[in-house]
């Protein structure tokens, strides 16, 4: 009788990564490719993480069927990053995990302050020079 184990072989494509879209101060989107080989047994949801940058560590934000996930709960002007792993009754994929950290911010500053005015040479009723600085 063999009593080898045939290896878990889940493997998502190397040259894949994660896309992180619609960023903003409080969430973002994550999408992904399905794995090249689902070694040989059927996908259960996605396991996605991010790492809270307060603590170092990695932590569960949430699962998913699909190919993409709304990620919630981020704390503004941190960064992060943000794994995928798939996952099926044999055991785990690697890790795929973001290239470079995020910022959550919404996609546009706030207005910088009003310029100071002031008016010179006033003329008359007519005319006057404002000037802004």
């Known amino acids: ?31 992904w490719k399905m794995p090249e080989d689902d070694g040989g047994h059927p996908l259960q949801p996605f396991e996605i993480e991010k790492l809270d940058p307060n603590l170092d560590q990695w932590l569960p934000v949430g699962k998913t ?8 709960n981020l704390s503004e002007g941190k960064s992060y990053k943000f794994l995928v792993r798939a996952v ?13 950290a995020i910022v959550a911010k919404d996609p546009f500053d706030p207005p ?22």
């Not at 009593?3 to 992180?20: A, E």
């Not at 069927?65 to 919630?72: C, I, L, P, Q, R």
């Not at 055991?91 to 470079?100: I, M, N």
């Not at 302050?113 to 006057?128: C, D, I, Q, R, Y």
């Open 65 to 72: 069927k699909g190919t993409s996930f709304d990620v919630k």
């Open 88 to 100: 099926n009754k044999e055991g785990d994929s690697p890790d795929l995990v973001t290239e470079e």
């Open 1 to 31: 009788m063999n009593s080898q184990v045939k290896p878990l072989c889940i493997t998502f494509n190397k040259f894949l990564s994660i896309q992180v879209s619609e960023v903003t101060k409080k969430t973002c989107r994550l999408s």
């Open 112 to 133: 910088s302050p009003p310029l100071k005015e002031s008016v010179h040479n006033t003329t008359g009723a007519l005319f006057s020079d404002l000037a802004v600085t």
